[in-house]
């Protein structure tokens, strides 16, 4: 049995999240603390977490990169086999190498794409938009985020993000970010991948925002705290 679930938000808590839901007063675990940003889980969380990856397969799986993925530590029991995925579904690791085979398929659907990651580089750059207003990244040229610093950002780049949507990618909006994506990297795909490679039938998930929702899709049981736009 695979429990396969989202971290930020959903199992951990950065100190801006434990004040927007009113939750500082809870026992917490600090998990990570690197340039000025401390993620916790409750106590409980802590605990129950632990047990839970002594007993059935856990798997997180996030939109962090590898890197900021690594800054965390979680409580997962030692086991033979350690499975994470990162950048959304784009990279899966067992015990700390990528899943080369993933690695290929994935980037032979990035060859296949009409309108490749270069296309949307161009189209970032033809934003009308102030660049003080906004943050831009490139994630290996796999997918891109746009990162907002006012409360405009949003309508300001509605018709660009209708062009990028036309051109086939999606394009996901998370609080002041904005996520563009090949359609075929999703949380859920990466986790229906390795349901077929261990031949495990059932899948449980957890979540909180649309960029949950494939993940979840491909689950027999969901839980969810919040969806989240």
């Not at 979680?74 to 085979?101: C, E, M, W, Y």
């Not at 189209?123 to 405009?152: H, V």
Request: with cysteine.
């Amino acid at each position: 049995m695979i429990f396969a679930s989202d971290l930020d938000r959903t199992l951990i808590y950065s100190t801006r999240a434990l004040k927007e839901y009113n939750q500082l007063d809870l026992d917490l675990v600090l998990v990570e603390s690197a340039n000025n940003h401390q993620s916790y889980m409750s106590k409980e969380s802590y605990e129950m977490l632990e047990e839970i990856s002594r007993k059935i397969l856990f798997i997180p799986v996030t939109t962090r990169t590898n890197a900021q993925f690594k800054r965390l530590k979680l409580p997962l029991a030692k086991s033979q086999n350690h499975f994470h995925i990162t950048s959304n579904g784009a990279h899966i690791f067992v015990n700390g190498k990528k899943d080369l085979r993933w690695e290929r398929k994935l980037q032979s659907k990035m060859e296949n794409l009409t309108y490749t990651s270069f296309h949307i580089a161009e189209q970032i750059k033809e934003l009308q938009i102030d660049p003080d207003k906004i943050t831009i990244r490139n994630y290996q040229n796999l997918y891109f985020s746009i990162t907002g610093k006012e409360a405009s950002f949003k309508k300001e780049i509605k018709e660009w993000v209708l062009k990028v949507r036309g051109m086939g990618w999606k394009v996901y909006f998370h609080r002041n970010r904005c996520y563009i994506m090949p359609p075929f990297l999703k949380k859920g795909e990466s986790i229906r991948y390795l349901k077929q490679e261990l031949g495990e039938n059932v899948v449980w998930g957890a979540g909180d925002s649309i960029m949950d929702s494939s993940l979840l899709q491909v689950c027999e049981q969901k839980y969810v705290r919040n969806m989240v736009n």
